[in-house]
């Protein structure tokens, strides 16, 4: 079947692509050659890739896929295309603008927005997401993987959450104690360490573990055996599985957990060079190799 073409302009940027096969809408984030580090156009761009798969009734099931080796390697913090100082119209909440704000109530801002507010929308997408992961899945990239249904995973894939190096409890979507076990979410943060796909899938975290040569072969297939299912029998079953585990306090604990995210980049900000601790992504590199 025929891939039909993107059904939005997203020029001059293109960091994100769309492709909608029968009922399978694929969301591809395509900054290659930084990782798909996630800047504000790549995360606007994503918003409105998934809003029109869910506007779209042709389309039963959503597949996130990152473009080049890597999936995602985070948050953009160093990229020539950074643009966390740049205004958008807040789709994802109430909070105000950021660009002209200082201190916490910027970072706050826009984290709520473009963090923790975009991963609650996108997990109530009422459809399924499937994340189609190689390489790096860091950080920012656990983010977007988790707040999908399902996850087939390369067996190149990895697994990490460094940013307790910066001083800082984990990222910002805090659902680590809800996709692992509790000692294990704590060994991932306090090592920083890379989770292997194999592990992963181990624990519970992943799906289907595939080589990376059919990766994206075999994410199709299970979309396309998803698909097959009655569209509102999918969103009913999603809608009580993500409200059991709110019911087990996800909701809540990602709300205490941004809090005392913010409380260490306000502690970063008063101590050191910056609220990320003076560390970019080559430091964060260099501080994983040595480990």
Known sequence: MSADPTPFDDSPSDVVRYERRGPVATVTMNRPAYRNAQNS??????????????????????VLAGAGKHFSAG???????????LPHARVAGLWWDHADKAGAEQRF?????????MCRRWRELPKPMIASVQGACVAGGLMLAWVCDLIVAAD?????DPVVRMGIPGVEYFA??????????????????????????????????VPRAE???????????????????????????????????L????DAAFALHHLAHAHNAETSADPLAGLDAKAMARAAKDT
């Open 41 to 62: 156009a790549m995360t606007y761009a994503l918003d409105r890739a998934l809003y029109t798969a869910a506007a779209d009734d042709t389309v039963k099931v959503v």
């Open 251 to 254: 909701h809540t604990g990602l």
């Open 156 to 160: 190149d894939a990895f697994f990490a």
């Open 215 to 249: 990766l994206a072969a075999a994410t199709l297939r299970l979309a396309e055996r998803v698909a097959t299912m009655p569209r509102l029998g999918l969103a009913l079953a999603k809608r009580a599985v993500n409200q059991a585990e709110d019911l087990q306090g």
């Open 109 to 117: 801002a826009r984290e709520a927005e473009v963090y923790l507010g």
């Open 176 to 209: 680590h104690p809800w996709v692992l076990p509790p000692r294990v979410a704590k060994e991932l943060l306090y090592t920083g360490d890379r989770m292997d796909a194999r592990r992963a899938h181990e624990l519970g975290m992943v799906n289907r573990v």
């Open 75 to 85: 948050h953009d913090i160093g990229t020539p295309q950074r643009d966390a100082h």
